[in-house]
């Protein structure tokens, strides 16, 4: 399993950036697909997840009026909509992927429930 993260830049508060988590080697349905952002000195924290077999869709309180998660299954990719962009959003951004034919239960926003992961990608929010 491959996990490629794109889309990540400098952008000015109140500004938007669309993320992009490209998968390869994988049957796209079988997987939920999370988010996660690390700041500096700070724990690695739960955004967002796709379960793609059961069409779910979850959110962290903290962004779910300015988060969006999305899929394009042709493409085996999974995008994270992020609008009124804030400083305090300024992060390393992954992906992360679970195999739910296998995971049994899982807590989306767990990072040890995930199996792979992208390499991060760096988003900077200005003042």
């Known amino acids: 399993v491959q996990l490629v993260e794109s889309g990540g830049g400098l952008v000015q508060a109140g500004g938007s950036l669309r993320l992009s988590c490209a998968l390869s080697?994988?049957?796209?349905?079988?997987?939920?697909i999370g988010w996660f952002r690390q700041a500096p000195g700070k724990e690695r924290e739960g955004l967002s997840c796709?379960?793609?077999?059961?069409?779910?869709?979850y959110y962290a309180d903290s962004v779910k009026a300015r988060f969006t998660i999305s899929t394009d299954n042709a493409k085996n990719t999974v995008y994270l909509q992020m609008n009124n962009l804030k400083p305090e959003d300024t992060a390393v951004y992954y992906c992360?992927?679970?195999?739910?034919?296998?995971?049994?239960?899982?807590?989306?926003?767990?990072?040890?429930?995930?199996?792979?992961w992208g390499q991060g990608t760096q988003v900077t929010v200005s003042s």
């Open positions: 080697g994988v049957t796209f349905d079988d997987y939920a």
């Open positions: 796709v379960d793609n077999s059961e069409k779910t869709t």
């Open positions: 992360a992927a679970i195999n739910t034919l296998y995971s049994g239960t899982y807590y989306w926003a767990a990072a040890d429930e995930y199996d792979w």
